[in-house]
């Protein structure tokens, strides 16, 4: 089950899936999938953990299970 997550958090697990970075572009940092070139955007730093529906988009964007995500610690 999904739950709030804080971006430093967020950021350690994309990194444990094999995306890299963050890098600066546009509004949003972006991390990249090596692999597949393949670039997703973080949010910007903020007071509160992102939201399960956020979160929900940026999995979804970057081609990553709910299973999966919870496996990564």
């Known amino acids: 089950m999904l739950k ?3 971006r430093r958090d967020l950021i350690y697990r994309l990194k ?8 600066a572009g546009g509004r ?7 692999d597949e070139g393949f670039r ?18 940026i999995l979804r964007q970057a081609g990553i299970s ?3 995500w ?3 610690k």
């Open 40 to 57: 997703i955007p973080i949010p910007n730093p903020h007071r509160g953990d992102i939201s399960v529906d956020l979160l929900k988009k």
């Open 16 to 23: 444990r899936l094999g995306f890299t970075g963050p890098f």
């Open 4 to 6: 709030p997550i804080s």
């Open 70 to 72: 919870e496996s990564v």
């Open 66 to 68: 709910d299973a999966e």
């Open 28 to 34: 949003h940092d972006q991390m990249r999938r090596a």
